[in-house]
């Protein structure tokens, strides 16, 4: 009887290793998508019931539709008139409505922080953990959101501006599936949005600057003609929305938010991240 081939140490202590690092993954997943605290303050509902918010819903989408008909055809022809450097600043600006610049180092440091943190012992790797789910936070509520208008933008198909002077600005296609005819909502205004709300609700002190600067990202939409000012509006809403759902979400299950009224932060000093910082690193040397 041929033995059984016996595993290298190197590759025992990686299936430790990847076995750990999944356990603590979903011991992650178990606890996002928990029952709600007992505890938690209810989300604040604007409209409780299902008339109201119907009727709150019709409202929206006539006053979307009257400012297609009305306010983009007036607004629109305004952008002819930035040229020159400020043309160049709205260029450079609405790069800034990408998601992936966030992304890539959102995922990739919650994904270095599942392989080597395993098994957490120490109050520092616990601080490591807090700081995984800050970064999830503002994943979830930047991807989150940025799918979903993906795909609602290509199934409205509207035409981007450059279709203005031929079709005026209510042309639609609901066939086309492609990025010209997928002006609403705005997918850079969603994402920049998205981005400032969640860092300004980890960090509340900074939230005019961060809105401000959403706001421009938004603005610089239509500066390069890339949409309509009811697709910059809409998708910053959607991107607000979306991000501050997320909050209520996490608060409500004692993640990164306190469950209570004001959904304030849990509290992270500067102490906290550099141990932090420290414990991911030496984690990273095999320490």
């Known amino acids: 009887m041929t033995p059984m081939p016996v595993p290298s140490p190197e590759l025992t202590t990686f299936r430790n290793r990847a076995a750990a690092s999944w356990e603590m993954l979903r011991a992650g997943l178990v606890r996002l998508f ?8 209810p989300a604040l509902r604007i409209f409780p019931g299902w008339p109201e918010r119907f009727a709150a819903a019709a409202i929206a989408l006539a006053l979307i539709l009257a400012g297609m008909a009305y306010l983009d055809p007036v607004l629109q022809p305004l952008q002819y008139g930035i040229t020159g450097h400020l043309a160049t600043f709205f260029q450079i600006v609405t790069d800034f409505g990408k998601s992936g610049w966030l992304l890539w180092p959102c995922g990739v440091a919650i994904l270095v922080i599942v392989a080597v943190m395993p098994p957490v012992q120490r109050l520092a790797d616990r601080v490591v953990l807090a700081l995984m789910a800050r970064l999830a936070f503002v994943f979830i509520a930047v991807a989150g959101s940025g799918i979903i208008i993906a795909v609602v933008k290509r199934l409205i198909g509207r035409g981007r501006p450059r279709y203005f ?30 981005i400032a709300v969640s860092f300004a609700c980890l960090f509340p002190r900074w939230r005019n600057w961060l809105l401000a600067a959403a706001a421009l990202v938004a603005v610089s ?39 209570g009224m004001d959904r304030r932060p849990f509290p992270m000093p500067a102490r906290r991240l550099r141990q932090a910082v420290t414990a991911l690193a030496g984690r990273l040397r095999g320490r």
């Open 165 to 194: 002077q031929e079709f005026g600005s209510l042309h639609f296609d609901l066939t086309a599936w492609k990025a010209s005819y997928a002006s609403f909502p705005s997918g850079h205004s969603q994402t920049a949005f998205a």
């Open 34 to 41: 928990r029952p709600v605290r007992p505890t938690a303050t």
């Open 221 to 259: 939409r239509v500066a390069v003609d890339a949409h309509y000012a009811t697709d910059i509006v809409v998708g910053s809403a959607w991107g607000a929305w979306f991000t501050l759902m997320t909050r209520e979400w996490f608060a409500r299950r004692g993640l990164v938010f306190s469950p």
